[in-house]
């Protein structure tokens, strides 16, 4: 699937997030990515960010790939 | 006589039910008990007497007007009407009196004097109340003569003896497509005219000239039916004692003499109707009056827009091909289930498990779609299942389930009649919903207020006797900043109800939401140069919804199809929260769904995260329970969205769909993206009626059953539960819920169901909120509103009544982020996109019935300030470009749209709206932004190269190569 979609999908997620209250934002970031994506397009987001490609992705979706 | 199958109190009371206290009388001796306010025409028919009567019925208020129903009532004076009479305690009615009796004869004498007397031959023989209330009365002689001076006094004959033209006649009008309207058989009761206003509310007929003068006139001078306001509902055809407004499908098929009762496949509104048929012909459609969502009203689509069913594009036959640039192979049902078959488990072998997947349908059953999406979780061993409910209403089903703990309305269609404040944001109910917006534009003539939020000025802001109260304007794409200025204002100036919050949410989260919204950048002030709404406007509307009584909020795909769509629904939500406008008649948050099973098929766990239920695949608990009930294991990761497979498709990841009754190529947005996806398959099943778009990329066709042909349920938008009930045998020989068995035990699965009551019985033993419900409790009850379960055995018409499904509601953050989508020098305009009354969705139905005299092309709406700066008039061909793609189509120049805003629709595939729409999609959902798109507009000669390219390309897709011998 094309990288460029899948972290234009998890910034929007990672916006919506970053708004809400509390302190775990990218825990309800990385919940949401779980209950919602199917695991290829996480695993294919997770390896975008890993290789190196991270400079576009939100800082929380950074942050929430570890817990998923 | 007829011969009902289901057999129903269909009886005319003669004047609508009330409510009141008891009130006791006697009629012709019999005691009867009825609510005060009830007409003596009424009481008399609860007793079982009719009286006789012309000008009432009871869809509309009594009249008065036709003299026939007269009584004697101790102690009055004369022979008062009993449709005009309310009861009175202690009353003593006779309906029978001499005196009445000659009343009623002479009455009936007059009518006849001037009505053809050509019963054998006419339409309405044997179901002319005319003809039944002179034999009630017992006619046997007209005495009245024209005199020798007038020989023409009378309506009906054309010519008298000598050739000499009536200047009374006039003649049939047969402009509108379904029905015929014949002065001649007109006795004026003005039945038609009241249901066209109290019934439908769009006041287009009235009743022209005085005493012999007097005719039913649709429209002004000069309008025929066709070229007046008339929506071609039906209520008024309905209404008619006679035939003078008359089904043309009567006239030529003669009178039905049976019926089934069963729910319409357009939209979500789910009307009740009965299919009256002479053997397995369908004669009409006829809204029945025990339906509880439509309470015996109908519109255009659902009751007449039917002949889709026998069309000759119909396919009946299953067809394959190997590649999609062959034509198309008729075989047989084996052939093609094992050419299917064996496709997906090949593609299965070469690139997994979870390269295949499913698409439901919103216009199947529940059982149906249960089935399809059992087929790909239990058969494939996947969770890549979606509905079209992706693209609609995905966003409504984790909004609400977020703030309220599940996905549904709150209310149930009646409750509009208790509303006092009533809130339609991004919804068009007079052509969306029609029959809804008939309760709710009479609710209004009853004086309750609207607000409309919409970037249209949608016919509800000022059409006849009803009027908003306040039309926010909003610019498309600024949902959130509206609705959260709205909660501002409702905040900030302390219009809200503690009491509810404090009881029914969580008072700290409450605390966190108003120190939210109380931010200055969230006040009407500030959000106005984003919106585009006048601040003032804004905070009327506000105060009007927060302290006008009880606010029922009723909204659209205007909400859900934006990059914020979920976010919008939250904000809905707590709107209703804050103010304390949930779980009570009257209120509530209420989606108007776009299909008739969204609602359904969402439940029936179509969507790849959740089985059926909204329960969440990787609950470990709700997985044990279909993996009992399927002796299969279920993958606890969630599939893929329609979006989600067509990106895998084109990746070269997801190889083989099975899609059924969806276009998607049509419905979807960003269509080359989506051919591209289909293209890059190697096994398309698409199971339809017609050669839709997307089966251009088919390799397989499983010709489909519409919903006369088959058994089974459709939930409607309040969540009821309604039967459809198969009219007459499936043309294509199965109906759909068979087709999907077939492929299911051709792919090895062990499926063996019956009846579609056997997949209900599956679906209440592994559903809470569908536990009680049975095939056996539908026919008992008619309809029931999910849950239906042990603490509600008959259904719950309203929600979230002592406490919400999720515990404590849930007030919502909701930030306003503004989506990618802009515009910008080379696209300064916003393309925002709905649908008309006449014309469902893609049209692959509507667009194969008469309704296209109304609609036959998709047209742009443009403001006169952008058509000028562009040099474009009434009726130009413009081109209509997005940085996705461009098309080509007429304009119309109209103010209902703001400048900066064009809007068009998307039911005609030469138009195809969608190659202008966008990927972007909601964040939670990926429900995508089809209504908000960049564009440009500019004069253009015709068609554009990608119009004629598709053309072509469709047509080839579509042959098929003769039968071999």
Known sequence: ?68 | MRDFVIPTDDRDMGTPAKVGAPVTLSIDGIEVTVPEGTSVMRAAAEAGIQVPKLCATDSVEAFGSCRLCVVEIEGRRGTPASCTTPVAEGMVVHTQAEKVKKVRKGVMELYISDHPLDCLTCAANGDCELQDMAGVVGLRDVRYEAPPEAPLANHFAARDTSGEANPEWLPKDTSNPYFTYDPSKCIVCSRCVRACEEVQGTFALTIEGRGFDSRVSAGGPGDDFLSSDCVSCGACVQACPTATLQEKSVIELGTPTRSVVTTCAYCGVGCSFKAELNGDELVRMVPYKHGKANRGHSCVKGRFAWGYANHAERILNPMIRETIDEPWREVSWEEALSFAAGRLKRIQERHGRKSVGVITSSRCTNEETYLVQKLTRAVFGNNNTDTCARVCHSPTGYGLGQTFGTSAGTQDFDSVMAADVVVVIGANPTDGHPVFASRLKKRLREGAKLIVIDPRRIDLVKSAHVEAAHHLPLRPGTNVAVVTALAHVIVTEKLYDEAFIRDRCDWDEFEEYAEFVSDLRHSPEMTEMQTGVPAEELRAAARLYATGGNGAIYYGLGVTEHSQGSTTVMGIANLAMLTGNIGRDGVGVNPLRGQNNVQGSCDMGSFPHELPGYRHVKNADVRAIFENAWGVEIDPEPGLRIPNMLDAAVAGQFKGLYCQGEDILQSDPDTKHVAAGLAAMECVIVHDLFLNETANYAHVFLPGSTFLEKDGTFTNAERRINRVRKVMAPRNGYADWEITQMLARAMGADWHYTHPAQIMEEIAATTPSFAGVTYDLLEDVGSVQWPCNEATPEGSPIMHVDGFVRGKGRLMITEYVATDERTGPRFPLLLTTGRILSQYNVGAQTRRTANTVWHQEDVLEVHPHDAELRGIKEGDWVRLASRSGETALRATLTDRVSPGVVYTTFHHPGTQANVITTDYSDWATNCPEYKVTAVQVSLSNGPTDWQKDYAAQAERARRVLPAAE
């Open chain 1, 1 to 68: 699937m094309s990288p460029e979609k899948l972290v234009r999908m998890a910034n929007q997620i990672a916006t919506f997030f970053a708004s809400q209250p509390g302190t775990d934002q990218a825990e309800r970031v990385a919940a949401h990515l779980k209950d919602f994506w199917g695991p290829e397009m996480r695993s294919e987001l997770k390896s975008y960010v890993a290789a190196g490609h991270g400079g576009d992705v939100d800082e929380l979706v950074v942050r929430a790939l570890p817990l998923i």
